[in-house]
């Protein structure tokens, strides 16, 4: 059975980094063309993929977020990890993290998000 | 910068078909995922690669992707498909939500 699970602070402060873990298990990081990407959601908003990272270590950030954002894997621990620093209260959300199939066809690679976790609430406030 | 637009709200009734549009610039050019979220629930992935539905998805659910729209459609809808729909955009440079539909059976 896979499974995904988000932890991390539920409430943290402005311009503080926000660490956050995801646990995955069902799954090996290393399993070819497979990854895991972040993704939030603001209270009552919708969806926002932030962040994604494959077994081949390929990494890829939103455009808006870049440079705030670094994800990395740690495969023995079967985890992914979001950093994201100078948080504002506008990076209130639930974040996800999901499981990522990469699929290369004649047109180009692309990836979807087949299994996501529970989601955790974090609130920026001082 | 790159923009995906979903109709705010779709209403259907029960036994009827309801279809929900995602539209940006030569979209049919990326792969387009659509997914189903329930109030206070994770999102699920309902189709995926344009038409694909994964495993223990309904037959009533489908999808296209062409042009500048990829459509989810959903026959026969049930009560249990009232839900938030987001399609997702993916290519070499993108990955990008629509802003989400809400979909009403009543």
């Known amino acids: 059975q896979v499974t995904l699970k988000e932890s991390g602070p539920v409430l943290a402060k402005p311009t503080e980094t926000l660490t956050l873990t995801c646990s995955v298990s069902g799954f090996s990081l290393s399993s070819s063309r497979m990854g895991v990407s972040w993704i939030r959601q603001p209270p009552g908003k919708a969806l926002e993929w932030l962040a994604h990272?494959?077994?081949?270590?390929?990494?890829s950030y939103s455009t808006s977020l870049k440079n705030r954002l670094t994800i990395s894997k740690d495969t023995s621990k079967s985890q992914v990890v979001l950093t994201m620093t100078n948080v504002d209260p506008l990076d209130t959300a639930t974040y996800y993290c999901?499981?990522?199939?990469?699929?290369?066809?004649?047109?180009?690679?692309?990836?979807?998000?087949?299994?996501w976790g529970r989601g955790t609430l974090v609130t920026v406030s001082s | 910068s790159y923009e995906l637009t979903q109709p705010p709200s779709v209403s259907v009734s029960p036994g009827q078909t309801a279809r929900i549009t995602c539209s940006g610039d030569?979209?049919?050019?990326?792969?387009a995922s659509w997914y189903q979220q329930k109030p206070g629930q994770s999102p699920v992935l309902v189709i995926y690669?344009?038409?694909k539905r994964p495993s223990g998805i309904p037959e009533r659910f489908s999808a296209s992707n062409s042009g500048n729209t990829a459509t989810l459609t959903i026959s026969g809808t049930q009560a249990m498909d009232e839900a938030d729909y987001y399609c997702?955009?993916?290519?070499?440079?993108?990955?990008?939500f629509g802003g989400g539909t809400k979909l009403t059976v009543l």
């Open positions: 030569k979209l049919g050019d990326k792969y």
């Open positions: 997702l955009a993916w290519d070499s440079s993108t990955v990008l």
């Open positions: 999901a499981r990522t199939p990469r699929v290369i066809t004649i047109r180009g690679g692309f990836g979807y998000f087949d299994l």
């Open positions: 990272i494959f077994s081949s270590d390929e990494k």
């Open positions: 690669q344009d038409s």
